[in-house]
T-cell receptor, first 109, second 115 residues
Framework: GQNIDQPTEMTATEGAIVQINCTYQ??????LFWYQQHAGEAPTFLSY????GLEEKGRFSSFLSRSKGYSYLLLKELQMKDSASYLC??????????FGAGTTVTVRA | GAGVSQSPSNKVTEKGKDVELRCDPI?????LYWYRQSLGQGLEFLIY????????KSGLPSDRFSAERTGGSVSTLTIQRTQQEDSAVYLC?????????????FGNGTRLTVT
């Protein structure tokens, strides 16, 4: 089966940095996605990693270590609008994504 | 352009009734997925359509659930004889190719409440 673990909640201050960790155990691996989901809205694509290393996109960066079954999403210069749930999802070797339960990030002024 | 559209956005139904949920994918996307999101749970895969191929129904939780995709576009998820445990947000997503690196584009979901 597939097992995706991420923390349930995180709180940070506006302007700060937050790192959301994701560990996975899957039967295969064809890439890892991060999605952002605001309450009552659709998840939206943030990043995709398939090779080890860091991918940077503006204030958001995502890191992958395949040997450790580990990824993190780094949010820099936090803004109030970054308050949302962040979903880690793994492609375990076919077209289906297995999702973690999501990490709710609350940004405080 | 237009995103993935789902209807209705909210549905309240009585236990034992049938419901139909509709998904309009992004035009030109060949792959279509249905997921279910329950409070505190990760998204649960239900079914996958790719072009004219037979769908992957391996995630459907029981034979009360069925889905079809007409003309390679619009999809309908049907739940017969609804039960309270069916209450969840049902999310539809489409992707351009269904390849492993092709991101999913989600609709806003249908929140189903079974009373």
């Amino acid at each position: 089966g597939q097992n995706i673990d991420q923390p349930t909640e995180m709180t940070a201050t506006e302007g700060a940095i937050v790192q959301i960790n994701c560990t996975y155990q899957t039967s295969g691996f064809n890439g890892l996605f991060w999605y952002q989901q605001h309450a009552g809205e659709a998840p939206t694509f943030l990043s995709y990693n398939v090779l080890d290393g860091l991918e940077e996109k503006g204030r958001f960066s995502s890191f992958l270590s395949r040997s450790k079954g580990y990824s993190y999403l780094l949010l820099k210069e936090l803004q109030m609008k970054d308050s949302a749930s962040y979903l880690c999802a793994v492609n375990g070797g076919d077209y289906k994504l297995s999702f973690g339960a999501g990490t709710t990030v609350t940004v405080r002024a | 352009g237009a995103g993935v559209s789902q209807s209705p956005s909210n549905k309240v139904t009585e236990k034992g009734k049938d419901v139909e949920l509709r998904c309009d994918p992004i035009s030109g996307h060949t792959a279509l997925y249905w997921y279910r999101q329950s409070l505190g749970q990760g998204l649960e895969f239900l079914i996958y359509f790719q072009g004219n191929s037979a769908p992957d129904k391996s995630g459907l939780p029981s034979d009360r659930f069925s889905a079809e995709r007409t003309g390679g576009s619009v999809s309908t998820l049907t739940i017969q004889r609804t039960q309270q445990e069916d209450s969840a947000v049902y999310l539809c997503a489409s992707s351009y190719t269904g390849d492993h690196n092709s991101p999913l584009h989600f609709g806003n979901g249908t929140r189903l409440t079974v009373t």
